[in-house]
């Protein structure tokens, strides 16, 4: 059973350093534009908010998140946004006061969290472990729009392990979500540590399929907060070049990924296309 206590100690300062980032921003900030479609930094603080708390309910009434499901089901394309849009009305300082106490409040409940706690979610029930990751790689993933909002380039952390872990155990899901029938094999993931250490590994090291380059790079491509044509990531096989088409780490509807920055040429090489949208899924 893994320990919980790490990834959520992770968590809490990984939402402390967007904290960090939007803790003073002007109200003409706060309506700013993100890469994702539709959506200010406002909407990017107000989906987190709004997340924190329902999978508070998640935790401590698994009865009362059922109905959160069902309205889910009704509306699969809907439910993220409509969520977003419910707090992007509010005043910057409320907003940012709701987040704050939602997600201190799904931090004292994870830890509270009897051992062996199953939470249920939108995809399958997750262990506190698992829902710490998830909520881990959501606020990194929104976080880095918001930085790109304000073209604030972040320093990668040994953080990102956790989104780059729920990337490789996501990859089935990605297929099914689809209606694809997921490959039989695993895969071999060799990502290149932040910090220079030591790579991170998934899989056997003699699987044929694999999947080789930078861990913010795969990191940002899980999360679909790039294409793969601007990320350093190199597929061997025709299955894991499939996958990195398809990649999600996060439960709900295919995304609709970003658009390249870059566009290629017929000869394969790559030319600027300044028409090319920055903007994509959520």
């Known amino acids: 059973?893994?320990?919980?206590?790490?990834?959520?100690?992770?968590?809490?300062?990984?939402?402390?350093?967007?904290?960090?980032?939007?803790?003073?921003?002007?109200?003409?900030?706060?309506?700013?534009?993100?890469?994702?479609?539709?959506?200010t930094v406002t909407h990017q603080i107000a989906h987190l908010a709004w997340t924190d708390e329902v999978a508070l309910v998640a935790v401590t009434d698994p009865d009362a998140f059922a109905k959160e499901v069902e309205k889910a089901l009704a509306a699969p394309h809907e439910f993220v946004d409509?969520?977003?849009?419910?707090?992007?009305?509010?005043?910057?300082?409320?907003?940012?006061?709701?987040?704050?106490?939602?997600?201190?409040?799904?931090?004292?409940?994870?830890?509270?969290?009897?051992?062996?706690?199953?939470?249920?979610?939108?995809?399958p029930p997750m262990s506190v472990a698992s829902m710490a990751t998830a909520r881990l790689m959501e606020t990194w993933a929104h976080g880095q729009d918001?930085?790109?909002?304000?073209?604030?380039?972040?320093?990668?952390?040994?953080?990102?392990?956790?989104?780059?872990?729920?990337?490789?155990?996501?990859?089935?899901?990605?297929?099914?979500?689809?209606?694809?029938?997921?490959?039989?094999?695993?895969?071999?993931i060799e990502l290149a540590a932040p910090d220079g250490g030591e790579p991170w590994t998934y899989g056997p090291p003699d699987a044929v399929q694999r999947v080789t380059g930078p861990a913010l790079d795969f990191c940002l491509l899980v999360t679909q907060r790039a294409h793969r044509d601007d990320l350093a990531l190199r597929a061997d096989g025709a299955e894991a070049d499939r996958w990195l088409d398809i990649a999600q780490a996060f439960a709900g509807p295919p995304g609709q990924g970003r658009a390249p920055k870059t566009a290629h040429t017929t000869d394969g090489t790559a030319a600027a296309d300044p028409t090319a949208p920055e903007d994509g899924g959520r």
């Open 82 to 123: 409509e969520g977003a849009e419910r707090g992007a009305v509010l005043p910057p300082d409320e907003l940012l006061a709701r987040w704050r106490h939602g997600r201190e409040a799904l931090q004292l409940a994870l830890r509270e969290a009897p051992p062996g706690t199953r939470c249920p979610w939108y995809g």
């Open 1 to 39: 059973m893994a320990d919980p206590v790490p990834v959520l100690d992770d968590l809490r300062a990984e939402s402390a350093e967007l904290d960090a980032l939007v803790g003073e921003l002007s109200p003409a900030d706060w309506a700013r534009s993100t890469p994702a479609p539709g959506w």
């Open 146 to 188: 918001v930085a790109d909002a304000f073209a604030v380039r972040r320093v990668p952390t040994a953080r990102l392990r956790h989104v780059a872990r729920i990337g490789v155990r996501a990859r089935d899901y990605a297929y099914v979500v689809r209606e694809l029938t997921p490959p039989e094999a695993e895969f071999r």
